[in-house]
């Protein structure tokens, strides 16, 4: 008879091993499912894992791709972190990203074509506000009436989407564009590109911010009362009330905090690697976050751990498209089992296994 | 439009919420929170479509979509009633899942189409002119969503399984303390309300828009959670609920295709705006009737 025992204390060893054997219970099960799709197994997973790294062909072009793709991972991954160590459930930061990539591109399109130095900031702020207020809806919703952050985030991402594609079809679209969707293509407006920073990294601004808030957020949890107070209303909700925490205050800053991230990653992304805003500008990241996230343990040294490996199976799930004709899809789906494995091992932090004879009752 | 076609079409377009949502009505009242209803639902949407494609029979379609989520959902039930995890996160996860695997088992099935399904005519009620057509001339699993409202309704209030299951969601350690098996109620709980989210994601790919495509419930499954809310957890609220979003979605549709003056974004997006309104009422009433052990977790041991 197994038996689950509950720790007094999470595992501290666990809590570190139990990603590791995640992803290697991910490569497992990935594996297998590589060989029903008839591909073979353990190239595909080279491929995916060691290949963008240290192909002495593709390397030298996925190396860089790796910082581009964990930038905005990390970013919205550290905000969405900060809440749900409070019990705050945001799932909508895909929409908070879209919004904040539509407010910011709005105001630098509105300056059209000036030069000015101070255009790419007043972007950075247009679009971490933009996301900052698409999180403060779900925010006072909950504080003002107790309604359930969970459906309202995840409905206006719903939302967002519809706002983006009337953006990149009718207000934002490019006048010279003869009539195609999409906006200007900041690429080729050099005030406001989001260009590498050092040439062949691959690090553009939305990096140093992601690495920022890494340090921010460290500070903040490890070193700060706020951090003090968010971590307590997570694990003693009543405990925090008696101390003087302001729940709502905490509601306010947690969707804030990781909204407002969310938007500037959008603006970074379409004024980066995106270019203009399309109806499909790189999404999905909102969502791939909340694995990185729980993958990092919602601590932000493991989220940055987190964001590379899972910039890494994007990067290798290219390749792995190109290369062995793997289907796209796989990719999400791998990503997927990722956070389940997560959680499932996940019992091991908290619970010890004993394996002992069924008592009498 | 002709008012017949119009209560009909809402009638279509309501019926996968309503399947998922009832079936979340009972994981809830077992004092299971599964948000996994989207990826069990899109799963659904894809078995459901490759088995009809491949038999020819919608019929097989549903059943096989109905086992695949509700198999699928067990290894949420696995996760979170066993190894105890999180309930929100898991959920989360079985979502991301489904939506990978769906769009994985779906890239072959692009472009084709689904078999049709036969309308079955009620005998002598389908004759009735006007309410005839409106009510009576449906597919068969408009009537099987409606029957399983019916039988979920007198199965919570009038069977002793059904007092048990909500004595689960209402207080865990006190039905344990009787000596009801807690888990065991859960997985049953959580099994059938993936074979319900499986047979509403087989209605959209089978009868609402015939074919497949990748992401195609687009939100339903989170409707459906946002509609248990909105019912307080009542089988008839539920009810409801899912047509009241059905009449919203058709009425947007409609608007759109009579080119009416407003945005096409404005009017794709009110379905999801109005949720929220709705939301927002309820929660504001404050009497929301929540099981008292939802989304906790379960340890006998503690």
């Not at chain 1, 890494?312 to 390749?319: K, P, S, V």
């Not at chain 2, 009633?81 to 072959?108: E, H, M, Y």
């Amino acid at each position: 008879m197994i038996r689950l025992e509950k720790r007094p204390q999470p595992s501290r060893l666990w809590t570190i091993l139990t990603p590791l054997l995640a992803v290697v219970l991910t490569m497992i099960v990935g594996g297998i499912m590589f060989a029903l799709l008839g591909k073979p197994p353990l190239e595909a997973i080279r491929t995916i894992f060691w290949d963008p790294l240290f192909h002495p062909q593709f390397a030298s072009y996925s190396r860089p791709q790796l910082l581009v793709k964990a930038g905005p991972l990390i970013l919205i991954a550290i905000g969405l972190s900060i809440g749900f160590k409070a019990g705050i459930w945001n799932i909508g930061a895909e929409g908070q990203y879209i919004i904040g990539a539509v407010t910011g591109a709005a105001v630098g399109l509105a300056f059209y074509p000036s030069e000015s130095v101070l255009l790419f900031p007043l972007m950075v702020v247009a679009g971490a506000l933009g996301g900052w207020a698409w999180a403060m809806i779900p925010a006072v919703l909950k504080t003002k009436f107790g309604t359930n952050e969970i459906l309202v985030s995840l409905m206006l991402v719903y939302v967002a989407e519809n706002i983006l594609a009337s953006a990149s079809s009718g207000w934002l679209r490019n006048p010279e564009g003869m009539g195609f969707p999409g906006s200007r293509n900041f690429k080729q407006w050099a005030a406001v590109h989001n260009d590498e920073l050092i040439t062949g990294t691959g690090m553009h601004w939305g990096v140093v911010a992601a690495l920022i808030a890494v340090i921010a957020a460290y500070v903040l949890m490890a070193r700060h009362i706020q951090g003090f107070n968010i971590r307590l209303s997570g694990e003693a909700p009543r405990a925090a009330r008696f101390s003087g925490v302001n729940p709502s205050r905490i509601v306010f800053l947690c969707l804030g905090i990781s909204g407002a991230l969310a938007g500037m990653a959008g603006l970074f992304e379409v004024t980066g690697p995106a270019g203009q805003i399309t109806i499909d500008f790189g999404s999905g990241y909102g969502f791939t976050a909340i694995i990185v996230a729980f993958l990092g343990r919602l601590h932000p040294v493991g989220i940055l751990l987190a964001g590379l490996l899972m910039a890494l199976t994007y990067i290798g799930g290219e390749l792995a498209q190109l290369m062995l004709g793997l289907p796209g899809a796989s990719i999400q789906l791998f990503q997927g089992m990722l956070l389940f494995f997560l959680l499932a091992t996940d019992v091991f932090t908290n619970y010890r296994i004993r394996f002992a004879k069924r008592e009498l009752a | 439009m002709d008012p017949v076609l119009l209560v009909a079409s809402i009638m279509v377009s309501a019926t996968p919420i309503l399947l998922a949502a009832i079936g979340e009505m009972v994981v809830e009242k077992a004092g299971v929170l599964n948000l996994g209803v989207e990826g069990m639902m899109i799963t659904g949407a894809v078995v459901g479509f490759a088995a009809a494609v491949s038999t020819g029979s919608p019929l097989v379609g549903f059943a096989a979509a109905a086992l695949a989520s509700a198999v699928l959902s067990l290894s949420f039930g696995f996760l979170t009633q066993v190894l105890l995890s999180n309930q929100v996160a898991t959920g989360l996860g079985l979502t991301l899942v489904g939506l990978g695997l769906s769009a994985l088992v779906g890239a072959s099935f692009e472009g084709v189409r689904a078999p049709g399904m036969h309308k079955l005519r009620i005998p002598l009620l389908a004759d009735i002119p006007v309410f005839g057509p409106m009510f009576f001339r449906h597919d068969v699993m408009v009537y099987v969503s409606l029957l399983l409202v019916l039988a979920v309704w007198a199965f919570l209030k009038y069977t002793r399984a059904g007092l048990i299951l909500r004595a689960v969601g209402e207080d865990h350690e006190s039905a344990h303390a009787l000596g009801y098996k807690v888990v065991r109620v859960r997985m049953a709980a959580i099994f059938f309300g993936g074979a319900c989210a499986g047979l509403g994601g087989a209605y959209v790919s089978l009868v609402r828009v015939p074919q497949w495509t990748e992401g195609m419930t687009a939100g339903a499954g989170w409707i459906a959670l946002a509609i248990v809310v909105f019912a307080s957890w009542r089988p008839l609220g539920v009810l409801i609920g899912a047509y009241l979003f059905g009449g919203v979605t058709v009425l947007q549709l409609n608007l759109q295709a009579a080119g009416a003056n407003v945005p096409v974004e404005l009017l794709s997006m009110s379905p999801y705006l109005i949720t929220i309104l709705v939301l927002v009422i309820i929660s504001a009433r404050g009497v929301h009737g929540a099981p008292g052990s939802l989304g906790r977790s379960f340890h006998a041991s503690t």
